[in-house]
Nanobody, 124 residues
Framework: QVQLEESGGGLVQAGGSLRLSCAAS????????MGWFRQAPGKEREFVAA????????YYADSVKGRFTISRDNAKNTVYLQMNSLKPEDTAVYYC?????????????????WGQGTQVTVSS
């Protein structure tokens, strides 16, 4: 069992930056690929970024490529999402997720554990 807790969300002006963190419990964190998803009001949850279990491979949605960076520290059982050049359309609840696979991917149903989410609001 893996428990995930996100932090770092908040209110930021367009063009600003935020760093989200996701702390995982358990001793199997390094066995899990990790992903970030988001859900805006009235919209379906969408993929943002994923990282392999050893951190060597990353994958991004086109909408955030070049602005967001996913990383992980397996010694701290934590995955991060650095978000730069934020836009109002990035406003959403951001969720981290863990998959019992080596490689991350964009399909939410492939993830086994989910956090409760953290709100990110970008004002124009």
């Amino acid at each position: 069992q893996v428990q995930l807790e996100e932090s770092g969300g908040g209110l930021v002006q367009a063009g600003g930056s935020l760093r989200l963190s996701c702390a995982a419990s358990g001793r199997t964190f390094s066995n899990n690929a990790m992903g970030w998803f988001r859900q805006a009001p009235g919209k379906e949850r969408e993929f943002v970024a994923a990282i392999s279990r050893n951190g060597g491979s990353t994958y991004y949605a086109d909408s955030v490529k070049g602005r967001f960076t996913i990383s992980r520290d397996n010694a701290k059982n934590t995955v991060y999402l650095q978000m730069n050049s934020l836009k109002p359309e990035d406003t959403a609840v951001y969720y981290c997720a863990a998959a019992r696979t080596a490689w991350g991917n964009s399909v939410s149903s492939n993830y086994d554990y989910w956090g409760q989410g953290t709100q990110v609001t970008v004002s124009s």
